[in-house]
């Protein structure tokens, strides 16, 4: 999505987007074990493929045996990025070599992300340089990422295209008639023809108020440009010009990885089997929608039957925090 937070998208349904299975075995991770005085831990891994619940351990060993792992998140809420650094933290002291790549950050600031990971400018430095607050509002949530990655050596790949670019093909009608100076910011081939993609991503672009629905198919052109440039990034991170294949740590907004379609489907379309994990994490009634975003947006619903249509499941992984509250005489959870 556009890089102002997930949180300016409102659904009138009973969970995020094609997560149904996940709302179905919810009450599996607030059962309290009868057998025990020990009561669950409120929050778990859903293997959305087998449609049971997972090992923290297990989990970890998969994410290990891939080349690209997609941590899907809604930009702004604290547990996401909390729960990306454990889980790069965990691949990392298993001995993988990693790259972190990240949404936030526009390619064209690359050499900046370079001198920052090498050590030679601080955060707030890189912060100022690139001026990332303009650009992303949040940025300061992926300072911890940043710092683990700086600390141990890892490089950091700045994954997006230019806002300045997105919206002009968002907002002038389309790839097509996007002015050439811009058009040369964004990768030769952007993939349009993805009707799957495109109708869930028009249901989804229903919450914004001012949409006009002839102006849906520029905006999924922006949408499919932003994967396009993003997924070049990647597979460009995966095999570096020096020092050897390296798995990819992706964190992007989950619209463009949900289903395996977006970010996703164009890294497979670039680079034949590359092997993936998809990361999803409920938001558990935590995401919360400034004044202005509220003002903006709409309750639209999207149906199970809407997102049936895809034919497969959203994601490997979903981290589960349930919404109900914690059974009678459990210690209150940091959230």
Not at 226 to 234: F, L, Y
Request: charged share 25%; proline share 7%.
């Amino acid at each position: 999505m556009r890089s102002s937070p997930v949180g300016s998208r409102r659904f009138s349904r009973p969970a995020p987007l094609g997560l149904a299975l996940a709302v179905l075995l919810l009450p599996a991770c607030t059962t309290v074990r009868l057998s025990t005085s020990q009561a669950r831990a409120p929050e778990c891994w859903i293997d959305l493929v087998r449609g049971e619940e997972s090992a923290h351990a297990d989990v970890i060993a998969d994410l290990a045996k891939v080349d690209v792992v997609y941590v899907g998140e809604a930009h702004t809420i604290r547990r996401h990025h909390e729960l990306q650094l454990r889980l790069l933290r965990e691949l990392f002291a298993l001995g993988r070599p990693l790259t972190l790549c990240l949404e936030p950050l526009e390619a064209r600031d690359q050499g900046a992300v370079d001198r920052y990971a090498r050590g030679e400018i601080a955060f707030a430095a890189l912060a100022a340089e690139i001026e990332w607050e303009k650009k992303w509002r949040n940025y300061r949530d992926y300072e911890a990422l940043c710092e683990f990655a700086r600390t141990h050596r890892l490089p950091i790949r700045a994954l997006n295209a230019p806002a300045a670019v997105i919206r002009a093909v968002s907002r002038g009608g389309g790839l097509a008639k996007l002015p050439a100076d811009l058009r040369v910011q964004l990768p030769a081939e952007v993939h349009l023809d993805d009707p799957t993609y495109e109708r869930l991503m028009q249901l989804e672009l229903a919450v914004h108020m001012a949409v006009d629905p002839a102006k849906l198919r520029p905006m999924f052109e922006a949408q499919a440009s932003r994967d396009e440039a993003m997924a070049a990034h990647i597979v460009a991170a995966l095999r570096p010009p020096v020092g050897g294949p390296r798995a990819a740590f992706v964190v992007t907004g989950a619209g463009h990885v949900r289903h395996g379609l977006g970010t996703a489907e164009r890294v497979r379309r670039r680079l034949p089997g590359v092997t993936e994990r998809i990361v999803l994490i409920t938001e558990s009634g935590e995401l919360t929608l400034s004044a202005a975003d509220q003002a903006a947006s709409r309750a639209v619903t999207i149906s199970h039957a809407d997102v049936r249509t895809v034919g497969r499941p959203p994601g490997d992984y979903l981290r589960v925090l349930p919404k109900i509250g914690l059974p009678p005489g459990h210690p209150p959870v940091a959230r």
